[in-house]
């Protein structure tokens, strides 16, 4: 299988367009998660590409230009590699999402829901947290933000995760707990490509 691994968030501060969701986290009166995101985002795509190498998948890292302009490549990419499976995961450590996972698919993707499911309940066994949602994402309600993260992907079966909330999961912020993130998605994408 074909993973593309967007880290998206993690050019701060010089991608002023990709910002994401900002949080005085640590109650200093400054906005710390800009760079503590850039910076775990940055971890949590290493630890998931190394875990999706090891079972065997051909991962590309993306994390520059526009999305549009990812999803044009991904795209051309697709083309390559017509008859492979192909995932396309764009990859956040947003803030005030609330205390549960977010997993968002294209409203109109069975295989992106059945993918996101799977991370779910991958993530359950993993992580402790207030909930484990699988979410269609469309351009006419509040999850326009997660659809425009995909909203230009072709053939792979694209999920925009959010795997925690910096500003509400900020205990979990750690090596130990973002490998356990990585070891849940990356068993879940296997899973589902098998």
């Known amino acids: 299988m074909i993973i593309y691994l967007d880290r998206q968030h993690a050019g701060k501060p010089t991608k002023i367009s990709d910002r994401g969701a900002g949080s005085d986290i640590n109650g200093n009166g400054k906005i710390d998660t800009d760079e503590m ?11 998931l590409e190394n875990r999706l190498l090891a079972l065997g998948h051909h991962v590309m ?3 520059d230009g526009n999305y549009s302009d990812r999803h044009n490549r991904v795209n051309e990419y697709c083309k390559l590699f017509p008859n492979d499976k192909q995932v396309y995961i764009a990859l956040h ?3 005030g999402g609330g205390d549960y996972c977010a997993m968002f698919h294209h409203f109109q ?5 059945q993918l996101a499911d799977m991370i779910c309940d991958e993530m359950k066994k993993c992580i402790s947290i207030g909930g484990y949602k699988s979410i269609p994402a469309q351009s006419t309600d509040w999850t326009e933000h997660a659809y425009n993260t995909i909203k230009g992907i072709g053939k792979p079966v694209a999920i925009c995760s959010e795997p ?4 509400t999961h900020k205990h979990l912020i750690s090596q130990d707990n973002f490998a356990k993130i990585a070891l849940a998605m990356s068993t879940a994408i296997h899973n589902w490509g098998k």
Do not use: V
């Not at 995101?37 to 630890?47: D, H, K, N």
């Not at 925690?164 to 500003?167: K, L, S």
């Open 37 to 47: 995101e850039a910076m775990w985002t940055g971890y949590l795509s290493l630890m």
């Open 61 to 63: 890292p993306l994390s």
């Open 93 to 95: 450590l947003n803030c």
């Open 109 to 113: 993707s069975s295989q992106g829901k």
């Open 164 to 167: 925690i909330f910096m500003d």
